[in-house]
């Protein structure tokens, strides 16, 4: 672990009650926070320094969970002198994006979240929910209960390759929102399943469906990255099907994927929403470059 230097003094020993640690509710795992030059950092919780007993907030950078930070506790959120006047050094950061959820503890929506972050995840992660969380927000879509509790959800349980993960991710939801009426809980465990073959059967699933594609739409070098993405969660699990390794692996990841995707484009559309109306070209583009390149790979 370390700590990123901010150009800050260095902060005096600790000679504090060592029994004190902070008692900030924001301090738990996956709480987002914002250092105030910017940068965007997920707590992990809070520790102690092993040579004094210090209490110490420890974190991770949004662009690379890989590295833990850490830093004394009354430091973390201290105020700082800036030309807008005292800010904390680092402040909670909520998504205002996330509001839709507020029916929920946050703690509640941490959790799910948390189970996003396990490292074979790359495609099916805590980015990929936060976004379709965003972008309902940025195109001014306003998700229901059971729409948020199904975003929130869907991905919840995934292992490569199971034939079960929107079926657990759909039972998850009752201990999620344990309180919450069960009209709502049982609309937003059928959008779930409705996930697996993307196709909708109940009221609002067809913009969780719209929501859970979205990155076909990105541009170009975003959506080869998700497919590295996609590669890398099943990279396993195919060489073990497959006995293939290195680039012919990879040609039968891509030729997979082209099949997958060709027979999604056969639909007549693949966004059913009006908000969404617009991903359409870009997808469907994106599409035929994957196809073609799979094509190509395999002359």
């Known amino acids: 672990m370390t700590q990123p230097p901010d150009n800050a003094a260095a902060a005096p020993a600790f000679h504090g009650d060592p029994s004190e640690l902070p008692a900030d509710p924001d301090l738990v795992y996956g709480m987002p926070y914002r250092h105030y030059k910017g940068g965007a950092y997920t707590a992990v919780g809070i520790g102690r320094f092993e040579a004094d007993l210090a209490p110490v907030v420890v974190y991770r950078a949004m662009r690379d969970p890989s590295l833990l930070w850490v830093r004394r506790a009354d430091v973390f959120s201290e105020p700082v002198a800036t030309p807008q006047g005292a800010v904390p050094r680092f402040a909670p950061d909520w998504p205002a994006a996330l509001a839709c959820l507020d029916f929920l503890p946050r703690q509640a929506v941490l959790d799910v979240l948390s189970l996003h972050d396990t490292p074979y995840r790359r495609y ?49 939801i009752d201990s999620v929102a344990p309180d919450e009426a069960r009209a709502v809980l049982e609309r937003a465990a059928q959008i779930v399943l409705d996930t697996r073959g993307h196709r909708p059967s109940c009221a609002g699933a067809d913009t969780v469906l719209d929501l859970d594609l979205l990155r076909l739409a990105a541009p170009p070098d975003v959506f080869d990255s998700h497919s590295q993405d996609v590669f890398a969660e099943n990279r396993a699990l195919l060489a073990a099907r497959t006995g293939l390794q290195g680039d012919a692996l990879w040609a039968e990841f891509m030729r997979r994927r082209a099949a997958f995707l060709s027979q999604l484009a056969r639909r007549p559309q693949l966004f059913l929403t009006a908000p969404f109306a617009d991903c359409e070209a870009p997808a469907r583009a994106n599409i035929a470059r994957s196809v073609a390149a799979a094509e190509a790979a395999g002359d």
């Open 124 to 172: 099916h992660d805590r980015r990929h929910i936060l976004e379709m969380f965003e972008a309902a927000h940025a195109r001014g879509v306003a998700l229901d209960r059971a729409q948020a509790l199904a975003v929130l959800c869907h991905d919840a349980v995934y292992v490569a390759g199971c034939e079960h993960n929107e079926a657990a991710s759909a039972a998850m």
